[in-house]
């Protein structure tokens, strides 16, 4: 099992960014202007991060045309952001999903779309094959793997 407390200082540091660009900017404006602005604070900060970093699908062993774009990725920390009413499954397997394909071992779903900033750490444990839910200190909380299942209406 990995220890995810090595990643704390750099997850701290992230949300730190995105509470400051949610208090500058307020919530509900479009997901890119967050992105953007979350970029320019983490920059601003000495912190190395790339926008929309193309994530490769594989099928055996044939890469796909197709490929995911991550809002942000700081070294090892998948930064995935939305701005919805609040955040449901969904938002939460894509998150996932680009875990799985990386192998990072940490993401961070943000959410600017309501009143307070919302946050959830996860952490990939490879050998499982699955995420999990971390608390403020990078510790596991419990098996937050969804139900792949979820209503068309959710999304």
């Known amino acids: 099992m990995k220890y995810f407390d090595q990643y704390k200082d750099d997850a ?35 912190i190395e991060c790339v926008r929309e970093k193309e994530i490769p699908c594989y099928y055996k062993h044939y890469i796909l045309d197709k490929k995911y774009k991550a809002d942000l990725v700081a070294g090892d920390i998948i930064v995935e952001l939305k701005s919805v009413k609040e955040l449901n499954p969904a938002h939460r397997a894509q998150l996932f999903n680009y875990l799985r394909l990386t192998k990072k071992p940490v993401g961070i779903l943000v959410n600017f779309g309501a009143s307070s900033l919302q946050g959830e750490r996860y952490a990939f444990i490879e050998e499982e094959n699955h995420c999990v839910l971390l608390d403020k200190n990078m510790n596991l909380l419990f098996d937050s793997d969804i139900d792949w299942e979820y209503d068309i209406e959710d999304k």
Not at 15 to 25: C, D, N, R
Request: aromatic content about 12%.
């Open 12 to 46: 701290y540091r992230i949300i730190g960014a995105a509470m400051k660009v949610h208090s500058e900017l307020n919530w509900g404006l479009l997901e890119q202007i967050y992105q953007e602005a979350l970029y320019l604070e983490l920059k601003e900060q000495g």
